[in-house]
């Protein structure tokens, strides 16, 4: 299938108002570092030593300030609206690394007044002291992976921490004051039940959480899940029992008040992840550190994911990029419909326009009306959206753009 008005859109990437094209306003920055590996996890991070990590601190910050050169102006100072630290596991770092790493994004970017700094924290690595640091560079949302309660389980996939650490940490956090923090949960785990699930949500929603992730686990290449389950060693829950578990989430959220605001994603009133909008929204963002991209100026960059080259490169005054991947007007665009649509907002006419400078029903009209007609997808008067209860097939609505205009 092709785009009605395949021109138009080609000539809008001039356009430098074009919203895909502004100046990035979102931070990400990467920590690679774990106590150890979880068994499913195949995120960026190492098992390494205080020296390790000071060192990687350092480069850090010669990285921001690269990262700044690269795209601002000499001694233009960005403003950026949100900051991530992910991982790895952010709070291994000490309160002087964290200090480090703070001042170098205050003494390269302003921070909006509202500015979102979300820290991930593991269960049982947070104490007052590294809170009362995080507080006072301005970290005001903590995201805390907690995957489960149930002790049996936690242990089969190789956390660390026990459920008790779960409470402790994220009640130590709120009494500190933060008052925006986040539960990473996993469903599909290996001989995990719906009423694990029920169990462990309500258990998370008593420690009063503003925000809560629901992810269904996915068995990455190379991680020991994979070899286990190549080996037939690995007992997952059905399909059927992993959407009754999805559901048994998703009605345990409403009823606690938590909007599902995206596929995975949900929060209690304005406590939705800002960040993470930004991304779901097509919107640039720069991110540093090992293994991290970003996506600037019409292109997606990463990072070398080994410390060793990492460190090496920013060492020698070079970004430490392997790849950049300029995208398309056409694959932009279906990124933006692909991104959008697992936001229960949708994507609005305007958001498109802002983004592309054209008209979303000029460029997938025919999918909109496929998918209408299917019942998959809802075409409002101001945007477009996926009913949620179509959450669970999003992946083949979503496939429905692919190639419509790259
Ligand atoms: C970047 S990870 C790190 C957070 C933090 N290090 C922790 O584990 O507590 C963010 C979240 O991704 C989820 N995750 C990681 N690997 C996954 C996988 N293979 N399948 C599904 N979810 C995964 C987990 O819920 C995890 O908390
Ligand atoms: S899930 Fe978190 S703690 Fe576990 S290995 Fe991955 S990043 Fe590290």
Redesign the pocket.
């Known amino acids: 299938m092709r785009c009605r008005r395949k021109p138009s859109w080609r000539c809008s990437r001039l356009n430098d108002a074009l919203l895909v094209d502004r100046a990035p306003r979102s931070l990400y920055v990467h920590i690679p570092f774990?106590a150890s590996k979880?068994f499913?996890?195949?995120?960026n991070?190492y098992v390494a030593g205080d020296a390790v990590r000071s060192a990687y601190v350092d480069d850090l910050t010669v990285e921001l300030r690269l990262l700044r050169d690269a795209y601002f102006g000499a001694g233009e100072r960005p403003c950026l609206d949100t900051v991530f630290f992910?991982?790895?596991?952010?709070t291994l770092l000490s309160s002087s690394q964290w200090r480090r790493v703070a001042q170098t994004i205050h003494e390269l970017f302003d921070t909006a007044s509202d500015c979102e700094w979300t820290a991930?924290?593991?269960?049982g690595t947070v104490d007052p002291a590294l809170l009362d640091t995080l507080l006072a560079i301005g970290v005001n949302r903590l995201?805390?992976?907690?995957?489960s309660l149930n002790e049996t389980l936690l242990q089969t996939i190789g956390?660390l921490h026990g459920a008790d650490d779960v409470a402790r940490s994220i009640e130590l956090a709120a009494a500190k004051g933060f008052t925006r923090i986040n539960a990473?949960?996993?469903l599909?785990l290996p001989d995990q039940t719906v009423q694990d699930v029920s169990d462990s949500l309500r258990g998370v929603l008593e420690t009063g959480v503003t925000h809560v992730?629901a992810?269904?686990?996915?068995?990455?290449d190379g991680?020991p899940?994979a070899r286990w389950q190549e080996a037939g060693l690995l007992r997952l829950p059905d399909e059927d029992a992993e959407v009754a578990m999805y559901e048994t989430a998703r009605d345990i959220l409403a009823s606690h008040g938590c909007a599902q605001y995206e596929i995975s994603n949900f929060a209690l009133p304005g406590q939705e992840a800002r960040h993470n909008l930004g991304y779901w929204r097509n919107l640039p963002y720069l991110a540093a550190g090992a293994g991290a991209h970003g996506y600037v100026r019409a292109s997606r960059y990463q990072n070398e994911r080994s410390l060793t080259s990492y460190g090496q490169r920013v060492r020698r005054g070079e970004r430490p990029v392997t790849e950049v991947q300029s995208v398309a007007t056409g694959a932009a665009m279906e990124d933006t419909m692909m991104l959008g649509l697992r936001l229960q907002e949708g994507v609005s006419y305007a958001h498109f326009r802002a983004l592309h400078g054209v008209d979303m029903r000029d460029v997938f009209g025919n999918v909109l009306d496929r998918l209408s007609r299917q019942g998959v997808l809802l075409q409002g008067v101001n945007e477009v959206r996926v009913p949620p209860a179509y959450f669970e097939v999003a992946n083949e609505i979503f496939s429905a753009f692919i190639g419509v205009c790259s």
């Open positions: 774990c979880c499913y996890c195949d995120f991070s992910g991982g790895g596991t952010p991930e924290a593991n269960p995201s805390f992976g907690a995957q956390r990473d949960l996993m599909g992730s992810y269904g686990l996915k068995v990455e991680t899940f």
